[in-house]
């Protein structure tokens, strides 16, 4: 910047004096008394060799000016300010740092353009933490809060932050930034009144009070998300005898090795917290349902029942749990508290060493639903699964005509489990395809062994979950299978419900077409349970249509499904379809159908579900 002085003078009047342009800054006044900076430009005019004038061409750089500064004095802020301040993209991608981010966390701008700030995430703080704080940020432009990060060096560190969304004239988000305080000094000097407050002095676990006020925030956020939630409150069964037997050291020392070994069982983001004596309260959040709280309950009980060795003693203790949830047993942290207390006293009642959730009913739901998974997954390992075979028949000439494939479960546990308890189960757990292929291989066995025996069968029903689908090489598994026991394709007739039709149909009826064009024929079970069946019935890409067992079963009563049978059977006959009606347990219903044009029966009139050998035994010509 240039300033009116003799040496500005000198220079410009011997350069204009040279016959020279000039070039330069004033610092001029203007009639208020401020300051107005001009870029200015002189340049002597001369005719035929003599200088007869000077053209100044000027230009207002005051706002220019003021600018520069202010970035000068951000950017002298933004170096030697003792804040982390990030700034980042419209995507969250980080873009720049200052030199105090570099001294807090260790990582130079170099190391981290371009990422995401999820590399300084600690895991101490979960996904719905972070999903608040972007709501928030979303919302109202600004989240301000601790965050526990992670600096390069792998160490934890407590941070006040205040993040803002930067956003143009257009409401666009154009940048998010970020100014973090260090707050390890500060947290230091109240950590040990805190603790104390907050903290078990023993286990260093979470102490009632703290445990409460949790809650009421864990009930909050459970609230807003529509989460479930689970409180269980865990009791030693034999603590008492111990301590009293032992002494209080041996009894502080189980405590201790209880609280680590809770805090190993569970996940990092589950609150658990230490009341006093030999309770222990634990909150679950963000649970898929509430089995995982049976899950989690029965992970604890089989981890505290292993002997403890403590001073030359082996020790043996257990628990007994009480579960209650979110929002079902209560909206409000004292009734959970308390229900979970109660169902606590019940498994204690119940024998101990086990977990009740409040409601009874619940609880021994969830628990044979845990007990179905569990058997399940060595079940085939075991041969625990036997196949029977229910016959269809044709209703004109009650002869047998082909039959359905039907898997039976005796667990040596829980004895014979119905399929309607376990399928649902095996296709959770994934048990399913390993089982579907068990089905299909018995089937193929079966259906040899009944035609060497003479017996007239035209195919075999092999039913197949609609999650066993979605595996690649199923039909390739399938026809290798087939080929193995010198099976036709033809001779296997897959068996799916009208719900797969109904899901992601474009997709599902491209696997039909592809299993046809191998020569399996598909059979819809369940028909007429779902919605718009009939609208759709001309394209499916079906041989049999199945008339669901709720239909047959109303025959008697001449209630109005008879003429949706009527209806099923009449429009499946034009489009050529092959009509099973399943259930079928009474002479009149038989009748009906019969007359109804139906072409094939199935149930307990003609013949119960029966093994390979009982079927040859019925229907073998000699």
């Known amino acids: 910047m ?55 061409l000027k230009l207002d750089i005051t706002e220019y000016i003021e600018k520069n500064k202010q970035l000068a004095q951000a950017a002298s802020v933004f170096e030697n300010t003792e804040e982390a301040i990030i700034i980042t993209d419209a995507q969250g991608k980080l873009i720049s740092i200052n030199s105090a981010f570099t001294t807090i966390y260790g990582y130079s701008l170099h190391e981290v353009k371009g990422k995401s700030l999820e590399f300084l995430h600690s895991g101490i703080q979960d996904k719905s933490f972070y999903k608040n704080l972007w709501n928030q940020l979303v919302e109202h432009g600004i989240w301000k809060g601790k965050l526990i990060n992670k600096t ?37 000097s109240q950590a040990k009144a805190d603790y104390l407050a907050y903290h078990d002095s023993l286990t260093g676990l979470a102490n009632r009070i703290n445990f409460e006020e949790y809650l009421q925030h864990a009930l909050v956020i459970s609230k807003r998300e529509k989460a479930i939630l689970a409180v269980l409150f865990i009791d030693l069964d034999r603590f008492k005898v111990i301590n009293d037997t032992l002494g209080h050291d041996i009894g502080d020392e189980v405590l201790k090795i209880v609280a680590s070994r809770l805090q190993n069982t569970l996940r990092e983001s589950d609150f658990i917290s230490r009341w006093g004596g030999d309770e ?43 579960i209650a949830l979110y929002p079902q047993n209560g909206e409000d942290s004292q009734t959970l508290i308390k229900h979970a207390d109660s169902a606590m006293y019940l498994a204690k009642e119940s024998g101990k060493n086990n977990f009740r959730f409040y409601t009874k009913e619940l609880s021994q739901n969830i628990r044979h639903k845990l007990n179905i998974d569990m058997a399940l997954r060595n079940a085939l390992k075991n041969n625990e699964f036997t196949m029977l075979f229910q016959p269809q028949y044709l209703l004109t000439t009650k002869k047998i005509y082909s039959a359905e494939a039907l898997i039976r479960w005796h667990s040596p546990l829980l004895g014979t489990v119905p399929p309607d ?5 095996a296709e959770e ?54 080929n193995k026991h010198n099976v036709k394709p033809s001779e296997i007739e897959i068996e799916i419900t009208e719900r797969f039709i109904m899901e992601h149909t474009q997709a599902n009826m491209n696997i039909l077409h592809s299993f046809r064009d191998h020569g399996f024929k598909i059979s819809i079970d369940d028909f007429g349970t779902g919605y718009s069946s009939m609208s759709y019935l001309k394209q499916l890409p079906a041989d049999t249509i199945k008339i669901d ?8 009563q001449g209630s109005s499904d008879n003429v949706i049978i009527e209806a099923i059977i009449a429009l499946s006959k034009t489009l050529g379809y092959m009509i099973v009606a399943e259930g079928i347990e ?19 009139l003609f013949s119960r579900p029966v093994t390979c050998k009982e079927i040859i035994e019925k229907f073998s010509k000699g």
């Open 2 to 56: 240039r300033h009116a002085g003799p040496h500005f003078n000198n220079e410009l009047n011997t350069k204009l004096e040279k016959g020279e342009k000039w070039e330069g800054q004033f610092v001029n006044k203007r009639k208020d008394g401020s300051l107005l900076y001009e870029k200015a430009s002189i340049v002597p005019v001369f005719l035929q060799g003599k200088l007869v004038n000077y053209i100044a």
């Open 152 to 188: 390069k060096d792998g160490e934890l560190i407590p941070l006040w932050s205040t993040i803002k969304k930067i956003t143009n004239s257009k409401g666009d988000v154009v940048n998010y930034t970020a100014v973090q305080t260090d707050l390890r000094e500060i947290e230091t």
């Open 280 to 322: 222990f309260v634990v909150i679950l959040e963000n649970l898929a349902s509430s089995d995982d709280a049976a899950v989690a309950a029965l992970k604890i009980i089989q981890n505290l029942q292993k002997p403890l060795y403590i001073n030359k003693h082996t020790l043996l203790t257990t628990a007994s749990i009480g």
């Open 421 to 425: 308890k376990f399928i649902p189960i």
């Open 429 to 482: 757990n994934g048990v399913i395809t390993e089982l579907g292929y068990f089905v299909f291989e018995e089937s193929c066995k079966a259906l040899k062994q009944i035609q060497q025996a003479d017996i007239f069968m035209q195919h075999i029903a092999v039913n197949v979950s609609s999650l066993q689908f979605k595996e690649a090489n199923l039909l390739k598994n399938f026809l290798d299978i087939a």
């Open 549 to 556: 067992k709720s239909f047959v079963d109303d025959i008697v």
């Open 586 to 604: 009474t002479q009149k219903q038989e009748e009906f159908l019969t007359q109804a044009n139906c072409d094939l029966g199935q149930g307990y």
